[in-house]
């Protein structure tokens, strides 16, 4: 499942789907998701299944 909301790592603002809620379910592995942040509205590129989920 992608994160409905993301921590912005230039401005460490939230960041939120663009195009997608939870309640519109899962996401096919693969899928790009574009999010936006609220603070500094740069947009980021999510690749669902493809973040790296250990080793933090
Ligand atoms: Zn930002």
Redesign the pocket.
Known sequence: MPDPELT??????P?YPLGWFPSDGELEPGTILPYR??????RWDIVIGDEPETGY
Not at 8 to 13: A, L, N, R, T
Not at 37 to 42: I, K, T
């Open positions: 912005c790592v230039d401005c460490g603002g960041c942040c609220r603070d500094c509205l740069d």
